[in-house]
């Protein structure tokens, strides 16, 4: 069975850090692309990174550029996120998801399907003083 | 950036009633829109993606249609077990979600 469990949120004080992880079993890891996706409380879905198959391309919404940083260690099929400068704003609950397929690879580049199944169960990542 | 817009925001429907939930894009996405249903304290399902195209698992009732800028999911004859809230995505351009759409028990 295919599964994904966050873990590593919790209360932290604006401007703090935390480091979420995303531990995946039933796959093979290191073929999909894998993404972070939050939900404020009551409010929608707003994609925040995503991270390519080996880690060398990682990208990120404007919102979070500069002071979160994905990456994964694929011997441990560990999805991580490390954010630092924690504001009010980032108060959500963080979901991994897996990219829907493998990448769709040319003769030069691979390619983020950018659909997600499956996800996690969420961490909840609250930020107040 | 793309803006998703949904319609409408909440739908009251009973069981056995057909729905259609619409996702407007602000600008031509050709086909790359998924769908997900997420119901209370739990994530998000995938229930289409590619506009039209029926995620393993989820049943025959769901379908999805439209390309371009408007785009429709439809739930043939609703089950107790579809009251939940729908999301649209495009896949385009980077990614972004629709508002959402609550589809409560009329």
């Known amino acids: 069975e295919v599964q994904l469990v966050e873990s590593g949120g919790g209360l932290v004080q604006p401007g703090g850090s935390l480091r979420l992880s995303c531990a995946a079993s039933?796959?093979?890891?290191?073929?999909?692309?894998m993404h972070w996706v939050r939900q404020a409380p009551g409010k929608g879905l707003v994609w925040v990174s995503r991270?390519?198959?080996?880690?060398?391309?990682?990208s990120y919404a404007d919102s979070v550029k500069g002071r979160f940083t994905i990456s994964r260690d694929n011997a441990k099929n560990t999805l991580y996120l490390q954010m630092n400068s924690l504001r009010a704003e980032d108060t959500a609950v963080y979901y991994c998801?897996?990219?829907?397929?493998?990448?769709?690879?040319?003769?030069?580049?691979?390619?983020?399907?950018?659909?997600?199944?499956?996800w996690g169960q969420g961490t909840l990542v609250t930020v107040s003083s | 950036d793309i803006q998703m817009t949904q319609s409408p925001s909440t739908l009251s429907a009973s069981v056995g009633d057909r729905v259609t939930i619409t996702c407007r894009a602000s600008?031509?996405?050709?086909?790359?829109l998924a769908w997900y249903q997420q119901k209370p304290g739990k994530a998000p399902k995938l229930l289409i993606y590619?506009?039209?195209s029926l995620e393993s698992g989820v049943p025959s009732r769901f379908s999805g249609s439209g390309s371009g800028t408007e785009f429709t999911l439809t739930i043939s004859s609703l089950q107790p077990d579809d009251f939940a809230t729908y999301y649209c995505?495009?896949?385009?351009?980077?990614?972004?979600f629709g508002q959402g759409t609550k589809l409560e028990i009329k």
């Open positions: 995505q495009q896949y385009n351009s980077f990614v972004s």
């Open positions: 991270i390519n198959s080996d880690g060398s391309s990682t």
């Open positions: 039933g796959f093979t890891f290191s073929s999909y692309w």
């Open positions: 998801a897996r990219d829907g397929r493998p990448p769709y690879c040319s003769s030069t580049s691979c390619y983020a399907r950018n659909w997600f199944d499956p």
């Open positions: 600008q031509s996405i050709s086909s790359w």
């Open positions: 590619k506009a039209s």
